[in-house]
């Protein structure tokens, strides 16, 4: 019986049976090349294809699919004059939130604002690289994110998630 649970745990250690979770592979690293700030030729070089979303002249909104293993984000960026302005990326509901918080505060340390409503919680980081961060996150059985902007702090361009929630039809 020994020699039969020894070689089963054997087995177990020499077949390394841990499946890391899908969003082990992502990093801040991967929206970097969209932060305000950036040049729009830089980002068509690296990101092949893209959208338009809205065009009024100067200022645009871009729709940027980013491909990984086991799930698509999408990245929409606002560029004025071919610098962007601001970024929205609605993130996967199978990301874990704890880790992906612990990234944002690990890059910019400690949130400036915190808001809980119900089970959802928003983070806003205040002027960290000439930029406000504003991250949602929201529980079930699990917590996982929601969505992260990241916006320039100059005020002429209005952003983009004032522009997603007026589009939003009014009850």
């Known amino acids: 019986m020994s020699i039969l649970l020894t070689k089963f745990l054997l087995l177990i250690f020499a077949i390394h049976a841990e499946i890391p979770p899908l969003n082990y592979d992502f990093t801040l690293k991967t929206l970097e090349i969209f932060t305000p700030g950036k040049n729009l ?3 068509k070089k690296q990101a092949a294809s893209y959208d338009i979303f809205e065009d009024k002249g100067d ?23 071919d610098i962007v302005t601001d970024l929205f990326v609605r993130l996967p509901q199978h990301f ?6 612990k990234e944002l505060q690990t890059k910019w340390k400690k949130q400036d604002r ?7 919680a928003l983070y806003v980081w205040f002027n960290r690289d000439n930029s406000n961060i504003i991250y949602n996150g929201s529980c079930s059985i699990t917590c996982f994110p929601m969505f992260i902007e990241i916006v320039n702090t100059d005020k002429s361009v209005v952003p983009m998630y004032v522009k ?7 009850w």
């Open 41 to 43: 030729d830089e980002i």
């Open 59 to 81: 200022l645009k909104i871009l729709h940027f699919k980013i491909k990984r293993t086991g799930y698509i984000l999408d990245v929409y960026t606002q560029v004025k004059k």
């Open 96 to 101: 874990l939130h704890d880790l992906f918080l």
């Open 114 to 120: 915190f808001v809980r409503h119900d089970k959802s």
């Open 164 to 170: 997603f929630n007026e589009a939003i039809p009014k």
